[in-house]
């Protein structure tokens, strides 16, 4: 059965602070894995990753993914109140039915001014 | 563009009773999907749609029914609500596949049940 495990399930930080968020995956058939924002209502798209090794950016957001070790990072710098939000993981993969998404269950992370 | 919109926002139901939860897109996407999301679970993908008139179970199909019979639009049905189907359900649409552009892929903002 596919599994994505997120690390940690909560996180409280204050503004200025480098957060890390992991998520770590098995999956069979792995096509890719993506990261989302979700604030009170639908997640929102960051990043999609295929490749190990190539870090993606969007200003203080970055990811990377380690297809050997299966897990993945997300990085943001100098936080802000605005990044309070749950952070979704969910890894692509292509089965017997079909292709599917796979969701971690999140981190929650609260930035405090 | 509205994007991905869902009616209602927020329902309260007995058990046993039905309703329909209406999941409406103007991207033109072929694919449509339903989620739902539960408090240390993450989302669960109930049904999904890959054009109209066709639809396939997800990971959580009991309990559920869904129809496509317009491009635009994904019904999720209750027949017999339980209170295990308290529940946010999402719907989403996509452009191509989940195997090949899954970043594709637009949420709805969601519909809280409770089933009492």
């Known amino acids: 059965e596919d599994k994505v495990v997120q690390s940690p399930l909560s996180l409280v930080v204050h503004e200025g602070d480098t957060v890390t968020l992991n998520c770590s995956y098995e999956v069979t058939n792995f096509r890719s894995l993506l990261w989302y924002k979700q604030e009170k209502k639908a997640p929102t798209f960051l990043f999609m990753l295929?490749?190990?090794?190539i870090e993606k950016k969007s200003g203080r957001l970055s990811s990377i993914l380690d297809k050997k070790e299966l897990f993945s990072i997300l990085n943001i710098t100098a936080t802000q109140t605005g990044d309070s939000a749950v952070y979704l993981c969910a890894v692509g993969s292509l089965t017997a039915s079909g292709s599917r998404l796979t969701f971690g269950e999140g981190t929650q992370l609260t930035v405090n001014p | 563009n509205a994007g991905v919109t869902q009616t209602p926002k927020f329902r309260v139901l007995k058990t046993g009773q039905s309703m329909t939860l209406l999941c409406a897109q103007d991207m033109n996407h072929e694919y449509m999907y339903w989620y739902r999301q539960d408090p240390g679970m993450g989302l669960r993908l109930i049904h999904y749609?890959?054009?109209?008139?066709?639809?396939a179970k997800g990971e959580v199909p009991d309990g559920y029914n869904v129809s496509r019979l317009k491009k635009q639009n994904f019904l999720l049905g209750l027949e017999s609500a339980a209170p295990s189907q308290t529940s946010v359900y999402f719907c989403?649409?996509?452009?191509?596949?989940?195997?090949?552009?899954?970043?594709?892929?637009?949420f709805g903002p969601g519909t809280r049940l409770t089933v009492l």
């Open positions: 295929t490749s190990s090794g």
């Open positions: 989403a649409s996509s452009e191509r596949g989940l195997a090949e552009r899954p970043d594709t892929q637009y």
């Open positions: 749609s890959v054009g109209e008139g066709t639809t």
